[in-house]
Nanobody
Framework: QVQLVESGGGLVQPGGSLRLSCACS????????MGWYRQAPGKQREMVAG??????INYADSVKGRFTVSRDNAKNVYLQMNSLKPEDSAVYYC???????WGQGTQVTVSS
């Protein structure tokens, strides 16, 4: 059973930063293609950023220039979020590409 465990969410003021982490328990190959998604109340889950096969990185237009996705050699993926806005508030999930594996989510709230 693959487990994805997110951490790093919290409450932050507008303009602040947070760093989310996701620990993947699958193989290095499986964990090499992962994405971050978010879901706000009443809205559909949307892709935020991802590291795909071959090291391809993509971002949602709404976070380009503010968020950075990265990974290490230990099957962890990170999401550095800077210049946070209230509209970034959501539950953030990590996901293995092409699978039904999702983490439990971590809440990010941007509010003054």
């Amino acid at each position: 059973q693959v487990q994805l465990v997110e951490s790093g969410g919290g409450l932050v003021q507008p303009g602040g930063s947070l760093r989310l982490s996701c620990a993947c328990s699958a193989s290095i190959f499986t964990c090499s293609a992962m994405g971050w998604y978010r879901q706000a109340p009443g809205k559909q889950r949307e892709m935020v950023a991802g590291i795909r096969r071959g090291g391809i990185i993509n971002y949602a237009d709404s976070v380009k220039g503010r968020f950075t996705v990265s990974r290490d050699n230990a099957k962890n993926v990170y999401l550095q979020m800077n210049s946070l806005k209230p509209e970034d508030s959501a539950v953030y999930y990590c996901h293995v590409d092409g699978s039904n594996y999702w983490g439990q989510g971590t809440q990010v709230t941007v509010s003054s």
